[in-house]
Structures are given as structure tokens and as C-alpha cells.
């Protein structure tokens, strides 16, 4: 069957050379956005209840740019100045840029990764004598906790956003050829929003070992899986199929 409308199960990008437009355009296929999960803010109360003083830390390890957003906003709830010699590390070049909507780059003292977590281990070794603080959501990688361990720093894990599922009630009644999931929460939003969801002729994309363990869980049919040698992005996966499903188009 040929595929004329896809929903990506995330915000519309905001960069107008997206893959996403571009394949659009190419296949002439209809690409909508919507995000079946959402992240919420923690209170700063609490944080407090998970026993966090700000004051007692050295340095903070932001993973994403919800870290980032997440710690800044708990940070001016609880009244705390952000001390000028308070040690940054970055998960990646992107969070590092980040950072500068709330500090400036040049007078802090950041450390970036290369891309993976793993990779700041060196960095966070060198700084072993400090006192890591790691603003994270409800559902944090496995691999962070357990490369801290590793280490054996002096590092504490808070909550301080959440990953929520989206009402999706409005789509009740719309039918897309493809639904592309990026997490297992994703799937879960799905099934929670339309519990007698049925597959049928729907194609369903997913990203990632996990996004597709809890798909086949739910029953699903995997159709169109990323990454792979050949198509390392759900872009690249997406084409490919198109390229198949819509031959003599």
C-alpha cells in the first residue's frame, strides 16, 4: 500500500532544512507533527522534598536541554544565585551551546562531551573532588547512573521535570498510513490515549531497541525500523520504504 500521510510522534522542527521537509517535498507525502508525550516541570517544593539543596553542590551534569531549561527554573524558584564558579558538564556541544541562554559561556567553567554519556567520563574523573549534582527526568538512561557508580564520584540524582503522556483525544477519528515512534513512552501514550487501538493497514516506524520492544509488546507490527547500517536515521528509513511502498506512483 502506498504511503501518502505520515505522523511523527514529535514536535515540527524548527530548522527549515529538516529531513522531514525535504522528504515531503521529494515524495510529495503529507508529514504532520504531534508529540504523544510532554515534559512538566517538578516544584520546587518538590525538589526540596528529595531532600536537594542547591547549595551543596559543586557541579552540575546536564544531559539535555530539559536539564538545562529545568535547572535554571528550579534554581530561580528556590531563590538561589547561581554561583560564578560553578563547574557545567555537558552531555554533548549542544547543551553546551545551550547553556549560554543562561550563563555567560566565556566566565564559566564547562566541560563538554563528545556525544554519548560514557564519553564525559574522563572529564568528570579529572573533577572526582566535587559534588556532582544531576538535574534528570523520571526516566533517566540506565547508563548514566551506572557510569557514575563506575566512577565512584560523589553525585546525586534529582528529579526535576517529568515525561508525560499527551492528550491525543483529537485524533480519535483521523488515519495516518504511518505513525513514527521515537520511545518507549510513545507507544505507551498511544495505547493510553486509544486503548482498542487496532493496526490494520497503519505502518508503524520506531526508533531505537527499546521503542521497538515495546511496540512488539503491544502487538504491534514493526514495519519500518531505525537505525540500521543502512538507514542510520528515521528519515533515511522512511524514504527507503516510501521508495518501495509507492513504486509507479
Not at 534554581?75 to 554561583?83: G, I, N, Q
Not at 556532582?132 to 533517566?140: E, T
Request: charged share 25%; aromatic share 12%.
Amino acid at each position: 500500500m502506498k504511503v501518502k500521510t505520515i505522523l511523527v510522534s514529535q514536535p515540527e522542527p524548527k530548522v527549515e532544512n529538516s529531513p522531514y521537509f525535504e522528504l515531503q517535498q521529494k515524495h510529495k507525502v503529507k508529514i504532520d507533527f504531534r508529540p504523544f508525550i510532554h515534559v512538566e516541570g517538578v516544584s520546587a517544593k518538590d525538589v526540596r522534598a528529595q531532600k536537594i539543596d542547591l547549595n551543596n553542590y559543586t557541579a552540575i551534569i546536564l544531559t539535555s536541554k530539559n536539564s538545562v531549561d529545568h535547572f535554571f527554573r528550579v534554581a530561580e524558584e528556590m531563590r538561589y544565585k547561581v554561583p560564578e564558579d560553578l563547574k557545567y558538564f555537558c552531555q554533548s556541544e549542544a547543551i553546551a551551546f545551550y547553556l549560554q541562554k543562561y550563563v555567560v559561556y566565556r566566565k564559566r567553567k564547562i566541560y563538554v562531551g563528545q556525544k554519548d554519556f560514557v564519553d564525559l567520563s574522563p572529564l568528570i574523573k579529572k573533577y572526582k573532588e566535587e559534588k556532582f549534582l544531576l538535574p534528570a527526568s523520571d526516566q533517566l538512561n540506565f547508563d548514566v547512573p551506572q557510569t557514575l557508580n563506575n566512577l565512584k564520584v560523589d553525585w546525586t540524582q534529582a528529579t526535576f521535570y517529568k515525561t508525560v503522556m499527551s492528550d491525543l483525544s483529537d485524533l480519535a477519528d483521523v488515519y495516518y498510513d504511518v505513525l513514527a515512534f521515537f520511545s518507549p513512552t510513545g507507544i505507551k501514550s498511544l495505547f493510553k490515549n486509544f486503548p482498542d487501538f487496532q493496526q490494520n493497514n497503519t505502518r508503524i516506524a520506531v526508533f531505537g531497541s527499546t521503542t521497538q520492544k515495546e511496540a512488539l509488546e503491544h502487538g504491534l507490527r514493526i514495519d519500518i525500523l531505525a537505525p540500521t547500517p543502512e538507514t542510520p536515521s528515521m528519515t533515511m528509513a522512511l524514504e527507503r520504504y516510501i521508495n518501495d511502498a509507492n513504486k509507479g506512483k
